[in-house]
């Protein structure tokens, strides 16, 4: 039989390389574990959308355009975020794919309309386009580049519940996507186009064809109170001693050329009982020979509220003539009338 034998010294050395060789291959697999393709063990990881991480509400303010702006489109931006301990940022390009997700829209209407909520509406297909729906999140990168919906400022109109709810679908490279924070219900605002207003320093009553001179007091009832720039006086057609029916105008000189896109027309305040709800509008050059602008339908609000014409007119004279009028009435009235 053959015995080893070894002594103390020789046990210790043996141990302090054990030791060293553990110790070397921990620090390797270490090396190894930052190097991994992402897996399971990176489970921490999710990729969300962006604008979910602030709200699943989103508001969004659209400037309908008027047919004489070139600005025919309005984007909405979308994007996603790679976040966790895994990594910081992404190990590589990982693509994205959204779409517009009706899912849960009949849920969301429903717990509205039981908190006595408007609900939303869907925007129509010829406003709404989402041709690139995909996009990336670049290698060492957190955010993918922006992309989104489109929605034709021309088509657009204001007066409805507008909402598009749009969900990140998916992600590639095996990464998750966080779904509680997958999708955001974009709710649209739609305002009137902005067009500044020409100056009416020099403007004066052309023309008017009935005017209470007298039964609204001194500073109230005359054409030229729709001129003031205060929201409180008006022009009001007769009713002191009779009521001339229908149509009614008033018509603008004002002093100098302009080229016109379009009026703002203001009803008197609080009075929907006659205000405006029909009215022409004719152009003139010598105040003589005039032209149609358009037919337009006015609501009876107090907001002030804008006709677009068809095409811009370079004159001097423009006129109003109202047609018809909420609640069928002989008498009209306008709070301020100006022109853009």
Same mark, same amino acid.
């Given at each position: 039989?053959?015995m080893?034998y070894?002594s103390?010294?020789?046990i ?8 060293i060789?553990?110790?070397?291959l921990l620090?390797?697999a270490?090396g190894c ?5 992402f897996?399971?063990?990176k489970?921490?990881v999710?990729i ?5 991480a602030?709200g ?6 659209v400037a309908?355009?008027?047919?004489l702006?070139?600005?025919?489109s309005?984007?909405v ?9 895994g ?7 990982v693509r994205?794919d ?8 009949d849920?969301?209407?429903?717990a509205?309309?039981?908190a006595?909520? $408007? @609900? =939303? ?6 406003v709404l386009?989402?041709s690139?729906?995909? +996009?990336?999140i670049?290698k *060492?990168m957190?955010?993918s580049e922006?992309?989104?919906?489109a929605l034709?400022?021309k088509?657009?109109q204001e ?8 969900s990140l679908?998916?992600?590639g490279g095996g990464?998750p ?15 009137? $186009? @902005? =067009? ?7 403007w004066?009553?052309y023309s008017?064809? +009935?005017?209470?001179?007298? *039964?609204?007091?001194?500073d ?6 729709a ?10 057609t007769q009713?002191?001693g ?9 018509a603008i000189?004002?002093?100098a050329v302009?080229?016109l896109?379009?009026?703002?027309l203001?009803?008197r305040q ?14 003139? +050059?010598?105040?003589?020979s005039?032209?149609?602008?358009g037919t337009?339908?006015l ?5 002030r509220?804008?006709v ?7 004159v ?11 609640g069928n009435?002989n008498?009209?009235?306008?709070a301020e009338?100006?022109?853009?």
């Amino acid at each position: 039989m053959v015995m080893f034998y070894l002594s103390i010294n020789e046990i210790t050395m043996n141990t302090k390389f054990i030791f060293i060789l553990l110790a070397g291959l921990l620090v390797f697999a270490a090396g190894c574990k930052e190097d991994d393709s992402f897996s399971d063990k990176k489970g921490d990881v999710r990729i969300y959308m962006s604008q979910a991480a602030t709200g699943n509400f989103q508001n969004v303010t659209v400037a309908r355009r008027a047919p004489l702006q070139s600005d025919t489109s309005y984007m909405v931006d979308v994007n996603a975020f790679f976040a966790g301990s895994g990594y910081l940022n992404a190990p590589e390009d990982v693509r994205v794919d959204f779409a517009v997700d009706y899912s849960k829209w009949d849920s969301v209407n429903n717990a509205r309309a039981q908190a006595g909520l $408007p @609900v =939303y509406e869907k925007v129509p297909d010829n406003v709404l386009s989402f041709s690139n729906s995909s +996009s990336t999140i670049k290698k *060492g990168m957190s955010i993918s580049e922006n992309t989104g919906f489109a929605l034709n400022g021309k088509l657009i109109q204001e007066g409805h519940n507008y909402m598009v709810p749009v969900s990140l679908t998916e992600a590639g490279g095996g990464f998750p996507v966080n779904r509680a924070l997958a999708t955001t219900y974009f709710v649209l605002n739609v305002t009137p $186009p @902005v =067009y500044p207003e020409i100056s009416r320093s020099a403007w004066t009553i052309y023309s008017v064809d +009935s005017e209470e001179a007298s *039964g609204e007091g001194p500073d109230n009832g005359r054409a030229i109170f729709a001129l003031d720039g205060k929201l409180n006086t008006f022009w009001h057609t007769q009713w002191d001693g009779g009521e001339p029916p229908l149509p009614h105008h008033l018509a603008i000189d004002m002093h100098a050329v302009n080229t016109l896109s379009g009026l703002y027309l203001t009803a008197r305040q609080n009075a929907p009982n006659g205000a405006p709800k029909t009215v022409v509008v004719d152009v003139s +050059s010598d105040g003589q020979s005039w032209q149609s602008a358009g037919t337009f339908q006015l609501a009876a609000v107090n907001a002030r509220q804008s006709v677009f014409f068809a095409q811009a007119y370079s004159v001097r004279y423009f006129r109003v003539t109202v047609t018809a009028t909420n609640g069928n009435t002989n008498i009209t009235f306008f709070a301020e009338v100006s022109a853009f």
